[in-house]
């Protein structure tokens, strides 16, 4: 597809279950990024993964949340044990580093996945 | 640290006068700047950045925003505000030339256009 794409659009799930959470990049972008965004609030950087490189963890909130990547396409966003307080919107962002020869930074995000936690 | 202060929850403005919305930043170091918008039920957009170069910079939708070195700012303005333009809208920033590319975000401001 053109856009990134995240699934599934809503999870609701009980207290203490895993979660997984899914991110299709933009194809060819080597930058994905996970933001999370609780009700009525900004974005939170949550994780960042670039090429080969070691991801950047420093906005995961817990050793409950973790991500991983294919290479440079898929990404999983999973959290363990879930809490009430990690109910949010889940955001997926991709980018091209190098863009017509210069340096650009623009992410573009995906729709999101509303996660509900009873 | 970097921080983006959006001092502003909401902003109302009637159909066909300008509107601004505000954004400062504290950064230490050169700053990469933008703008989205996020239209209910729907991801967050791109409406334009600063890289270097011209303060003014032009975006999607006639939007426009200025970079304001000495007053830390990023404003987001538009001459002549639609119906349409109701959204919520996020100003974030990150550091040139350092390996953290993640943006941090302001809180957001809502703004509302009066028909």
């Known amino acids: 597809g053109a856009g990134v794409s995240q699934s599934p659009s809503n999870k609701v799930t009980e207290k203490g279950k895993d979660v997984e959470l899914r991110c299709d990049p933009i194809s060819g972008h080597t930058a994905l990024y996970w933001y999370r965004q609780r009700l009525g609030q900004g974005l939170e950087f949550l994780i960042y993964?670039?090429?080969?490189?070691?991801?950047?963890k420093s906005g995961l909130p817990s050793d409950r949340f973790s991500a991983e990547r294919t290479g440079e396409s898929v990404s999983t966003l999973t959290i363990q044990r879930t809490q009430q307080e990690d109910s949010a919107v889940y955001l997926c962002?991709?980018?091209?580093?190098?863009?017509?020869?210069?340096?650009?930074?623009?992410?573009?995000f995906g729709p999101g996945t509303r996660l509900t936690v009873l | 640290a970097q921080s983006v202060a959006q001092p502003e929850d909401q902003v109302n403005v009637a159909e066909g006068n300008p509107l601004t919305v505000k954004c400062t930043y504290s950064v230490s170091g050169n700053p990469y700047l933008f703008w989205y918008v996020q239209y209910p039920n729907r991801g967050l957009q791109f409406l334009l950045k600063?890289?270097?170069?011209?303060?003014l910079v032009k975006g999607s939708y006639g939007f426009e925003a200025e970079f304001n070195k000495s007053q830390t700012s990023f404003h987001l303005k538009k001459p002549s505000a639609l119906v349409s333009d109701s959204a919520l809208y996020f100003c974030a920033v990150r550091v040139r030339d350092t390996g953290r590319r993640a943006l941090t975000f302001g809180s957001g401001t809502r703004l509302q256009v009066q028909p």
């Open positions: 993964f670039q090429g080969n490189s070691a991801p950047d």
């Open positions: 600063y890289i270097t170069g011209d303060n």
């Open positions: 962002a991709s980018s091209s580093l190098v863009l017509a020869g210069g340096i650009f930074d623009e992410q573009f």
